[in-house]
Structure formats: structure tokens, C-alpha cells
């Protein structure tokens, strides 16, 4: 069974600060997925990176995936009230028919105070 | 197409009852996965499933869950007899079949033992 751990798992800032999140494992994964989750609603894709090394932005938004691909973290820039919520990140194994599978840490969650 | 959907929302049954959560994915997914989210212990993964055919169970907590899929258009898992600490989210995800793919979430069924 494959494990990921994220920090912290809470994190209360002002808006304008900025922040990190991580995602460490003792797996190498195929890819690893950033998800975000509001409250009542199911967790939506944000970034996948796929490459030891990778690094990725969207918006305010970094997403780094670590040379060994098995830790990432999520940098975000001047956070806001809307990034607000539980972030999630997945470690993807296999590719093939019967053996892909997506595993899931416990998530930080990210409350940006106006 | 409408995402994946699940029903009922939300769900408040006694212990002891027979309860069972359904999922439309999204056509042309080839993968389902259901999880279960609590506080505790965070998004586990239960089953999934690869065009119709269940893959691994392992994450089952007990016989008393049991899933199915018979077609490519629905699936339900199922608790019986339910118990107080099966009150949880239950989410339902489809993928296609990709090493790096999305996994869509439905907004989830929020489960209340009492």
C-alpha cells in the first residue's frame, strides 16, 4: 500500500501571504495529482505532473514534482479567500489494463482570512 | 455530459438497515473507483472497478460492503448491515483508461448511522 503524507494538514493565513504544502512518500509513482475540494462537493483536478523534476504553474499557483517522484509540493503566491479549501494530493501507479489505481493523502487544509 | 452523479445526497438510516448509494460515471470512463471520506482517516479507497469488473476490493472494510457493476452505466455499493461508524462521504470517481488520467468526482453521498 502505497503512502502519502501531507503538511502541514492545517494552515491558517492572511490573504496576500504566502504558503507551501507538501506531499511526501516513501513510493515512486507513475504521476501525481493536486486536487481541490470544497466543502460539499467532490475534489477537482488542479495539475498533474508526470516527470521527475516537473514544475508546473497555473496562475498563483506552482506545483513541483520531486526528482525521485515520490514527493511534490504546491506553492501558492498572495493567497486569497478563494483558495480556501481542502487540497489533496494522489499519487497515480500502473498504466495498464487492471493496475492503474490512485491513492490519496489526507490533505492540508487551507483557510485564507480576508 | 453531466459528470459523474450520485444519489442520494445525503442519507440518514439506522443502524442495523440495508443501505445503498448508486453512481451514474462518466460514459466512455473506463474505471470506477468508489472512496470514502472522513475526518479521520481522510479520501480511502474502497473498490474499483475496470470496464465493469471489479479489480480490487482490498480496501473493503468488512464483508458487510459489497459493490457492484452491472454495466458500464451504473454502479452501487451497498452496506448490510450498517453500523454507526459507517457514517462517512461516500464519493464515486471515473477515469479513462491513462497512466496520468483525471479522476472525476461526483459531489458525493453523506452517510449518517445512527
Known amino acids: 500500500t502505497q503512502l502519502l503524507e501531507q503538511s502541514p494538514q492545517f494552515l491558517s493565513i492572511q490573504e496576500g501571504e504566502n504558503l507551501t504544502v507538501y506531499c511526501n512518500s516513501s513510493?515512486?509513482?507513475?504521476?501525481l495529482q493536486w486536487y481541490r475540494q470544497e466543502p460539499g462537493e467532490g475534489p477537482v483536478l488542479l495539475v498533474t505532473v508526470v516527470t521527475g523534476g516537473e514544475v508546473k504553474k497555473l496562475k498563483r499557483l506552482t506545483f513541483q514534482f520531486g526528482d525521485a517522484r515520490k514527493d511534490s509540493s504546491l506553492h501558492i503566491t498572495a493567497a486569497q479567500p478563494g483558495d480556501t479549501g481542502l487540497y489533496l494530493c494522489?499519487?497515480?501507479?500502473?498504466?495498464?489494463?487492471?493496475?492503474?489505481?490512485?491513492?490519496f493523502g489526507k490533505g492540508t487544509k487551507l483557510s485564507v482570512i480576508p | 455530459d453531466a459528470g459523474v452523479i450520485q444519489s442520494p445526497r445525503h442519507e440518514v438510516t439506522e443502524m442495523g438497515q440495508e443501505v445503498t448509494l448508486r453512481c451514474k460515471p462518466i460514459s466512455g470512463h473506463d474505471y470506477l473507483f468508489w472512496y470514502r471520506q472522513t475526518m479521520m482517516r481522510g479520501l480511502e479507497l474502497l473498490i474499483y472497478f475496470n470496464n465493469n469488473v471489479p479489480i480490487d476490493d482490498s480496501g473493503m472494510p468488512e464483508d458487510r460492503f459489497s459493490a457492484k457493476m452491472p454495466n458500464a452505466s451504473f454502479s452501487t455499493l451497498k452496506i448490510q448491515p450498517s453500523e454507526p461508524r459507517d457514517s462517512a462521504v461516500y464519493f464515486c470517481?471515473?477515469?479513462?483508461?491513462?497512466?496520468?488520467?483525471?479522476?472525476?468526482f461526483g459531489q458525493g453521498t453523506r452517510l449518517t448511522v445512527v
Open positions: 494522489a499519487g497515480a501507479t500502473g498504466s495498464g489494463a487492471g493496475s492503474y489505481q490512485l491513492t
Open positions: 470517481a471515473s477515469s479513462l483508461l491513462q497512466g496520468a488520467a483525471e479522476a472525476f
Open positions: 513510493s515512486v509513482f507513475s504521476s
